[in-house]
């Protein structure tokens, strides 16, 4: 079968594609057909060699959330999933392939109606949103940002943030085009990459949603109002800088709070729960998936080129 592989870390110029062995599911696991496969911001940065530190070797098959058919099960699995539809999480590789290995735990049945494309477009960004906002506490009324607002986990965090009732929506982006696509989707204010706008920008933020960090994160603690709260929910931007800290301190009185999170620290049932959720939500009409485009898996190059240029608008999806 078909994979795609990092063969040579750094430019999307080290992706190719090889033919592996079909693999056999081990106990626990599912193999599925893959329909659709989502390409993400960790998957560029694993590409990239940034994240060598944590074990990434050559020969690694990036992509970590896949949609298809269930066509083999391993011990100790309902052989009933056999056949099923289902969206999976591969973990931080192995999605980039005709057939994916998954945890059964891992897997959920898709509902009738949502097509494999929407499924791994808001599979993963979804959950990251709906937690990353109830993780710093995103409340009716509160004023919030989202920074870097135009990937996937942004435009779901947008239209979470309006449905869940925000006072203000606010986003940033790159362009006047994208801002207007945003604000489709529920955002109330539309400033630049710095955070800069018009006189329609609030004072202040209680919530701030960052997929960014990088250099700029300190600036964005700036625009917390008293008891504001900031988390990072991914760093495409790269680490924040090391002193990032002391703009909390400097603001003592103001009771300040800044977060990261990871799904990883989320029981496997109420990620379930929420997927679920915002799947059947996806099918009746009220998220959303905003895909930018759908690319042969021969394409996962290009893909990643889109991806590191700033190109893309909601998701980059695969299809072997």
């Known amino acids: 079968m078909r994979a795609i592989v ?36 960790a998957d560029t940065l694993i590409r990239s060699g940034a994240l060598a530190a944590y074990g990434f070797t050559e020969g690694h098959v990036p992509g970590s959330e896949v949609a298809g058919t269930v066509d083999a099960v391993g011990a100790g699995v309902d052989p009933a999933l056999t056949g099923r539809r289902v969206w999976g999480f591969t973990g931080t590789g192995g999605g980039c392939t005709e057939r994916a290995l998954a945890s059964a735990a891992d897997v959920l049945p898709l ?13 993963g960004s979804g959950a990251v949103a709906h937690f990353g906002l109830a993780h710093v506490r995103f409340a009716p009324g509160d004023a919030v940002l989202v920074r870097g607002a135009a990937g996937g986990i942004g435009v779901m965090a947008v239209q979470l ?18 801002g207007e696509r945003l604000r489709a989707l529920g955002a109330t204010v539309v400033l630049d990459r710095a955070g800069e706008g018009g006189p329609e920008t609030p004072a202040g933020y209680d919530v701030v949603l960052d997929i960014v960090a990088g250099d700029g994160l300190p600036s964005f603690l700036d625009r917390l109002r008293p008891g504001g709260r900031l988390v990072a929910v991914g760093a495409v931007g790269g680490q924040p800088p090391a002193d990032f800290g002391t703009r909390l301190m400097a603001a003592f009185r103001s009771s300040l709070s800044f977060a990261t999170f990871s799904l990883d620290t989320v029981a496997p049932a109420d990620r379930r729960a929420v997927r679920s959720a915002q799947f059947a939500a996806a099918v009746r009409g009220e998220l959303t998936a905003v895909v930018h485009e759908v690319l042969p898996l021969t394409e996962a190059a290009r893909a990643h080129r889109a991806m590191d240029a700033g190109e893309v608008f909601g998701r980059v999806v695969l299809v072997p």
């Open 6 to 41: 990092i063969q040579r870390y750094g430019d999307p110029g080290g992706l190719a594609v090889v033919d592996v062995p079909v693999p056999a599911p081990g106990p626990g696991q599912v193999r599925i057909v893959t329909e659709a496969i989502g390409v993400g911001g």
């Open 111 to 123: 509902p009738p109606g949502l097509s494999a494309v929407d499924a791994v477009t808001l599979g």
């Open 161 to 178: 943030a309006a449905r869940g009732g925000a006072s203000a929506v606010a986003v940033t982006t790159s362009s006047a085009e994208r």
